[in-house]
C-alpha cells in the first residue's frame, strides 16, 4: 500500500470541463511534487512545493494550476485541457527539497483522459 | 546533463539472481545515485540508493563501482512480481536548470521475469 493517496483514479473529462486531482501524505513531509507521464514513457517534473510554496514549475502550460493548501495535501487544478494533456499524474512526497539523500514517495496516479 | 544509460530490456527467470546495470559517466563527487522501479499501473516504488559504498536492504542491492561511474542493482531471486521498469537516477547535489537535487527519469530498463 502506498503512503502517498491519489483520488480519483481514473478521470475522464471534456475540453470545457473544470476538475481538480487531489493528494495526500501523512509522512510529515515538506515537499510535494506533481509529475506527468505519457504511456510507455517515464514520468516527467510538472511542479516542486517546498513548504507549501511553489518551488519549481517546469514550464506548464496555465490550463495546470497547482495548489498546496497545507503541508498534507496537493491539488492539480485543470481548466481548458488538451487532448494530449491525457496521461497518467502521478504525485510524490519527500521529507525536503534538495535532499538528495533521501527518496520521493510516490502515489498511484490519476489516469486522466480527455475527450 | 547528469544522465545515466541503462539498456533498454532485460529478461530474468523466476528464482534466479538479476543484475541491473547503470552507466553514469558524468556523475560528480557528491551526487547520490538512486534506483527506483514501477510495476504496471502503479506509480514508481524507491528501490534504493548509495553514494559510494555498497548498500543493502530487504530489497535489493547496490555495487557501485570504485571510479563510480558506473553501478548494478542486483535482485537476488527474481520473482513474478519484480518484472517491472526499473530506473537508474542521479540527484545532483548542485544546482542543475533549476532541479535541485530532484528525480530526472531516463528510459529505464524493463526486467521480465520468466517462471
Known amino acids: 500500500d502506498t503512503e502517498v493517496t491519489q483520488t480519483p483514479k481514473h478521470l475522464v473529462m471534456g475540453m470545457t470541463n473544470k476538475k481538480s486531482l487531489k493528494c495526500e501524505q501523512h509522512m510529515g513531509h515538506r515537499a510535494m511534487y506533481w509529475y506527468k507521464q505519457k504511456a510507455k514513457k517515464p514520468p516527467e517534473l510538472m511542479f516542486v512545493?517546498?513548504?507549501?510554496?511553489?518551488?519549481i514549475n517546469e514550464s506548464v502550460p496555465s490550463r495546470f494550476s497547482p495548489e498546496c493548501p497545507n503541508s498534507s495535501l496537493l491539488n492539480l487544478h485543470l481548466h481548458a485541457l488538451q487532448p494530449e494533456d491525457s496521461a497518467l499524474y502521478l504525485c510524490?512526497?519527500?521529507?525536503?527539497?534538495?535532499?538528495?539523500?533521501?527518496?520521493?514517495?510516490f502515489g498511484d496516479g490519476t489516469r486522466l483522459s480527455i475527450l | 546533463d547528469a544522465k545515466t544509460t541503462q539498456p533498454n530490456s532485460m529478461e530474468s527467470n523466476e528464482e534466479e539472481p538479476v543484475h541491473l546495470p547503470c552507466n553514469h559517466s558524468t556523475i560528480s563527487g557528491t551526487d547520490y545515485i538512486h534506483w527506483y522501479r514501477q510495476l504496471p499501473s502503479q506509480g514508481p516504488e524507491y528501490v534504493i540508493h548509495g553514494l559510494t559504498s555498497n548498500v543493502n536492504n530487504r530489497m535489493a542491492s547496490l555495487a557501485i563501482a570504485e571510479d563510480r561511474k558506473s553501478s548494478t542493482l542486483i535482485l537476488h531471486r527474481a520473482t513474478l512480481r519484480d518484472a517491472a521498469v526499473y530506473y537508474c537516477?542521479?540527484?545532483?547535489?548542485?544546482?542543475?536548470?533549476?532541479?535541485?537535487?530532484?528525480?530526472?527519469f531516463g528510459k529505464g530498463t524493463k526486467l521480465s521475469v520468466k517462471p
Open positions: 510524490a512526497s519527500s521529507q525536503g527539497e534538495g535532499q538528495t539523500n533521501q527518496p520521493q514517495h
Open positions: 512545493y517546498s513548504y507549501e510554496k511553489l518551488s
Open positions: 537516477i542521479l540527484r545532483v547535489s548542485l544546482n542543475y536548470g533549476g532541479s535541485q537535487g530532484n528525480l530526472i
